[in-house]
């Protein structure tokens, strides 16, 4: 049988904005790997009347109805009621659910109350899922070819009980006949039409797996869909595909999945054991932060200066005036001796620096968009990036952040 699931999320506080609804979208990843089709969300309030008309709205369009939250020990937890009288059957306590509810409660120091008892209850019939991490259990029910499955609302709660109950339950069925899998290659320093024009064949003639073009913050990304009967014979899929793709364009490619530049330096600074100061101009900290918001940061930066005047370019960071003032702060010179002298006082093995015109206006007869990056490392020499970016004052500061992960990243991966 072939699977149309739809989502329903009970509860008011997400039509209020209250909370977000991370139920539906951990759901929808973890059906699509399993090859079901999720072709509807919906939200809707703790209200037995609208939830009816939800109920029966899904049941003319679904045949796999996934419903979250509703199924606690307050008056207004009526997911399980509502749901029991559209299907003209009964609730009856589940003795093991009970057991643990109060057991719980005895080992907590607490007195059980009366309304608690209520989340024991289950559809008649269903096959129940033990909750192992709070008190109400979920279940699944089947009736007149739809599939209607209850899960408590508190992400802590539902997600190990959908990977430990549900997922095995599905399987066990016999209806995921397919897995699904996916994989994000990530990539930067191409624009997102180039690398379509590069990958122009592979794109156009697509099946299996599916190919999408993701771009956003500078970089672009593809995510490649692979189905298949098992994970091992997709991931071969995969990675039959990825080969491919990277002999075209794997210069450009830094990592997979949900990683970003910054966290991908910072695996490779603390394997190597190297650690990173910078000085930033146009930046203005930026590089820093980037840095810093990774857990760990403090084994592999040292530290950095924001040298945004000349002044502290020269005072600081021993800038020679006859630099700045014959060559600039805006040149390959500057980004030069800022790389090494901030790698040498910060006692860092590498240093990276920053300077250029992000605008709106041109700076030393630069124009706006001119950036120098440069890299130095200990025992090696000075490497310059010289950069002509486009855009917002925004958006050169921070691609210039980014082009410095990227280069690093280069820098590192060749000394593997």
Not at 66 to 75: E, H
Not at 103 to 112: D, E, G, L, S, V
Not at 171 to 198: A, M, N
Not at 225 to 245: F, S, Y
Request: contains cysteine.
């Amino acid at each position: 049988m072939s699977l149309n699931a739809e989502i329903i999320s009970v509860g008011s506080e997400l039509l209020l904005g209250q909370i977000c609804n991370t139920n539906a979208q951990f759901l929808s990843k973890e059906l699509a790997m399993l090859g079901v089709n999720v072709y509807h969300h919906t939200a809707v309030g703790d209200n037995p009347t609208r939830m009816k008309t939800i109920f029966e709205q899904a049941s003319d369009r679904s045949n796999l109805i996934i419903c979250t939250g509703g199924l606690g020990p307050t008056q207004d937890d009526v997911t399980k009621e509502t749901l029991a009288q559209i299907l003209n059957t009964e609730l009856t306590t589940n003795e093991v659910a009970l057991h643990n509810i109060t057991t719980f409660f005895k080992r907590a120091n607490r007195i059980m109350t009366e309304n608690n008892r209520k989340q024991a209850l289950v559809i008649e019939g269903s096959h129940v899922f033990a909750n192992n991490h709070g008190m109400a259990p979920g279940m699944a029910y089947k009736h007149n070819d739809k599939l209607y499955i209850l899960l408590p609302g508190p992400p802590k709660e539902l997600q190990p009980m959908f990977l430990d109950e549900v997922k095995p339950y599905l399987q066990k069925q016999g209806i995921i006949s397919h897995f699904i899998l996916s994989r994000v290659l990530r990539f930067y320093g191409i624009g997102e039409s180039q690398l379509e024009t590069d990958l122009h064949d592979i794109i156009e003639n697509q099946n299996n797996p599916s190919i999408a073009t993701l771009a956003s913050s500078g970089e672009v990304a593809l995510r490649l869909t692979a189905k298949a009967e098992t994970e091992q014979e997709a991931n071969r899929i995969l990675d039959q595909k990825e080969k491919i793709i990277l002999e075209r364009t794997g210069k450009y490619f830094y990592g997979y999945d949900a990683t970003s530049l910054p966290l991908e330096v910072s695996k490779l600074l603390e394997q190597n054991n190297l650690q990173l100061a910078c000085a930033e101009s146009l930046t203005g900290g930026l590089f820093s932060q980037l840095l810093t918001q990774i857990s760990g940061a403090g084994s592999i930066f040292n530290g950095g200066i924001i040298s945004y005047t000349n002044e502290v370019k020269e005072q600081v960071l021993h800038i020679p005036r006859e630099i700045l003032t014959s060559e600039g702060a805006i040149s390959s010179i500057c980004a030069e001796k800022m790389a090494e002298h901030v790698r040498e006082i910060m006692d860092a093995d590498i240093g990276i620096s920053f300077t250029g015109v992000a605008g709106p206006s041109k700076s030393e007869d630069k124009e706006v968009g001119t950036v120098f990056i440069g890299i130095s490392i200990k025992d090696q020499e000075t490497v310059i990036y010289p950069l002509n970016l486009i855009g917002s004052r925004d958006s050169i500061r921070k691609n210039t952040a980014n082009y410095g992960f990227y280069y690093l990243l280069k820098h590192l991966k060749k000394g593997e």
